[in-house]
């Protein structure tokens, strides 16, 4: 014998609309009525109120009315909305009473804005574990600080509320095990790095992007221990590729390093975050750095692919253009470079050479890495003359090839250099790989910029790492 | 107010250091090179230190100073040596 469980709400046209059908379905079949907003709708008759939406919750409503069939074994099938052959269908009743054909019905009221993050705070706090705090300040963001959560700037308090709202931006398993976060190796949970998105200010939608960029610090060949502890500058960077940077609204066109951009400022926020609240890393503790740079503070950007005619960093590393990626990498700051006069791409890339020279200093070689983000309007220089993004690194290696003489300790009266042993030889700035190149930026400005790496920048430190985003 | 903890909830249990020894007189030392630059020199000089007070010394290296040292290579001293210096240099 079927029953059936009918969710409805008084404020419902819809559900109104079937108010005069109940006799009909009541009197043949079982039928449980559960109201999500009113203990005497449909009024007249046997009515589980449903108050604190739980029934609701658990059954996954979205649409009232929904009616539920179910058999001992449990559910077998539901419809929603109002649709007169669908409803004889499920019932197995010929309804005699006129009603319209069909109705659409309207949202649960479990899908109230708001409302999914409360009720699953409230009924599924079971898959959480992190330790709750109390706390007895009546300034939350405060507290934060106090606790030592903030990278100096006001958090966002993390809340049940405010994790499960984050927690739906990502269909993996809060308890999923994503690596160990150095330096004191803290256990980094799916769940983790959702509070300290929480803390950085994200959407739910930017989390898969915070999470992939977790999984790359931890990657072995990012070396993330090392570039905490450092004396260096340099912190991770995030690059973000693909479809996913545009639907999640982050900025490469104007200011695409700057700030006011709510996905690249909290993406970068976050990650920093993870290293110090999971991790345990603070400046002035294991992190080590003399000077450190603002992009500790957070440091993300997409490429601009759209307007593009390169081949995108990501499809560089082999990515497929529809694959969203995060790029990281060891970064310092911004370096900008000025050329306005340059309208041919051989001139405009020894600007770019002469530039790239002093990444670190002038008279060091292969030890730092460094990304070449170049402008819209830079960029038509070489597509009006057809070059390859590859055509101009090709070009840039070829330029960066410095006599040994220039780099030697004690050559134009600078100590700093390399060995004597270096003088007969003729070195490229940049190990193999060592320079990127991707385009953002503004439509007007004859300006690019460099982003120089961590001095440790290679294979026995710091190499960049891209993943591919999973949501 | 409620409000969950972000961190990796660590609770590290609190270890003082071993004693110093009153001298090296006889003691194996490992000499912990972190592989920067000048860090030999620094080493040198401390093993010459060392060995005139009478103490055997041990070096090693870590492969790059940009890691942490290899769990072997940091039960290879302890097993080796009674003490270890490391030399942070540059």
Not at chain 1, 173 to 201: F, M, S
Not at chain 1, 322 to 347: H, N, R, W, Y
Not at chain 2, 40 to 57: M, N, P, V
């Amino acid at each position: 014998m079927s029953k059936y469980q009918l969710f409805v709400k008084e404020s419902c046209g819809t559900c109104k609309l079937i108010e005069p059908l109940l006799p009909e379905i009541l009197n043949q079949l079982d039928v449980e009525l559960v109201s999500q907003d009113d203990a005497d709708f449909p009024e007249g008759y046997a009515v589980t109120f449903d108050e604190s939406l739980e029934r609701s919750y658990r059954a996954n409503i979205e649409i009232v009315p929904t009616l539920i069939k179910e058999h001992d074994s449990g559910e077998v099938s539901r419809i929603y909305g109002w649709d007169k052959a669908a409803w004889q269908e499920i019932t197995g009743l010929q309804f005699t009473i006129k009603l319209p054909l069909f109705q659409p019905g309207c949202g649960s009221k479990t899908l109230d804005p708001g409302m999914p993050e409360k009720l699953a705070a409230r009924f599924e706090a079971d898959k959480l574990q992190s330790r709750v705090l109390e706390f007895t300040a009546d300034d939350d963001i405060e507290a934060c600080f106090d606790q030592g959560w903030s990278d100096g700037l006001p958090v966002v308090p993390p809340t049940k509320v405010r994790l499960m709202r984050m927690l739906s931006g990502t269909k993996r398993d809060p308890q999923e095990y994503i690596g160990a976060v150095p330096p004191d190796l803290g256990r980094c949970t799916i769940e983790k790095i959702a509070l300290n998105a929480v803390l950085a200010g994200c959407k739910p939608e930017y989390l898969p992007v915070v999470i992939t960029a977790v999984e790359a610090a931890l990657e072995d060949e990012f070396c993330m221990h090392g570039l905490l502890a450092t004396t260096y500058f340099s912190g991770p960077m995030v690059i973000v590729n693909g479809p996913l940077a545009r639907s999640i609204g982050m900025n490469a066109k104007g200011n695409a390093l700057g700030q006011g951009n709510r996905a690249n400022a909290t993406i970068g926020r976050a990650l920093q975050l993870v290293i110090r609240n999971i991790g345990g890393g603070r400046p002035r503790q294991v992190d080590r750095s003399a000077l450190g740079n603002p992009g500790k503070y957070t440091f993300c950007f997409a490429e601009d692919e759209a307007g593009s005619c390169w081949q995108s960093l990501a499809e560089e590393k082999g990515f497929a253009a529809e694959d969203s990626t995060v790029t990281l990498f060891a970064a310092d700051g911004v370096q900008g470079i000025v050329d306005q006069k340059s309208k041919d791409p051989d001139s405009l890339t020894r600007s770019f050479a002469a530039a790239l020279r002093v990444v670190a200093h002038p008279k060091l070689v292969m030890s730092s890495d460094a990304f070449l983000v170049v402008s819209p309007e830079h960029e038509r220089v070489y597509r009006e003359a057809d070059w390859s993004k590859q055509d101009l690194k090709d070009r840039l290696a070829e330029l960066l090839m410095i006599p040994g003489t220039e780099l030697v300790a004690g050559a134009g009266g600078i100590t700093e250099g390399l060995p004597q042993t270096a003088v007969d030889k003729v070195l490229p700035k940049f190990r193999e790989g060592g320079l990127s190149v991707v385009r953002a930026g503004g439509a007007a400005g004859l300006f690019s910029a460099i982003i120089a790496g961590w001095a440790a920048s290679g294979p026995m430190g710091s190499i960049p790492v891209t993943k591919k985003i999973i949501v | 107010m409620e409000l969950l903890d972000p961190t990796a909830e660590l609770n590290p249990e609190g270890r003082l250091p071993r004693a110093r020894p009153k001298s090296v007189f006889g003691k194996t030392v490992g000499l912990l090179d972190i592989a920067k630059p000048k860090g030999d020199i620094f080493i040198d000089r401390i093993e010459d230190l060392l060995k005139q007070k009478g103490a055997k010394t041990v070096r090693y290296r870590k492969p790059t100073f940009t890691r942490v040292a290899p769990i072997e290579l940091t039960q290879q001293i302890a097993a080796e040596c009674d003490l270890v210096l490391e030399a942070l240099a540059d």
